[in-house]
């Protein structure tokens, strides 16, 4: 009796080792989202940004970086109606249009991310297309605050110096947006345009 039972449980014990041998070899292959490559275990090598067993999650980037500033458009006029430079010379001329430089703020702390020394004379056009290239890409960690594009007519003569024209809130980032390449915002007014050239750093 005691070595039929011994025989039994080795018989058992083969059995089980089988069959779980059996199932290793024959693992199910799972779908690997957002450019993952399924490995030879039926697991997920992730592409960069992204985690867990199937790849699904997106990995808060460390910064995101913006590489270029093209505002596509903005108010040609003040909101009453008037141009932006309205001395009687000015109206007399192409001066009455507006001299557009931008300036980045993290409206959250009043920290100045970006401020070309590019400006651009009498835009008679509103919706030019108005491009400032950082010498670096501006390098922002803490896109959750509140990230702002300021656009402003420059006034060289009068005080103040500076007319604010319009202004765009970035909201440079959500947990399942793919990590755009170019990104477009729009300002509250609905007046002002911007696109942004974005790369991410994990
Ligand atoms: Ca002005
Ligand atoms: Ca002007």
């Known amino acids: 009796m005691r070595n039929l039972i011994i025989t039994l449980s080795l018989l058992l014990f083969i059995t089980t080792s089988c069959s779980s041998d059996d199932s290793d070899d024959a693992c199910t292959p799972i779908e690997c989202l957002n450019g993952g490559i ?75 991310l970006y401020f070309p020394v590019i400006n651009y004379i009498n835009v008679e056009d509103s919706l030019s297309e108005l491009e400032f290239t950082p010498s670096e890409p501006i390098s922002i960690q803490d896109y959750d605050d509140n990230i702002v594009l300021a656009i402003f007519d420059y006034d060289e003569d009068e005080d103040p110096v500076t007319e604010l024209m319009d202004s765009i809130e970035l909201d440079l980032y959500f947990n399942t947006n793919n990590f755009p390449v170019e990104s477009i915002f729009v300002s509250e007014s609905f007046l002002s345009n911007v696109i942004l050239e974005l790369s991410y750093e994990f």
């Open 38 to 112: 399924e490995t030879v275990d039926c697991g997920c090598d992730c592409s960069e940004g992204y985690a867990g067993s199937d790849c699904s999650s997106q990995i808060d980037p460390s910064a995101i970086l913006i590489n270029k500033i093209t505002i596509t458009s903005f108010p040609l006029l003040k909101p009453n109606g008037d141009y932006w430079d309205n001395s009687l010379l000015d109206l007399l001329s192409d001066d009455k249009y507006p001299d557009i430089y931008v300036q980045l703020i993290n409206g959250t702390t009043l920290e100045t």
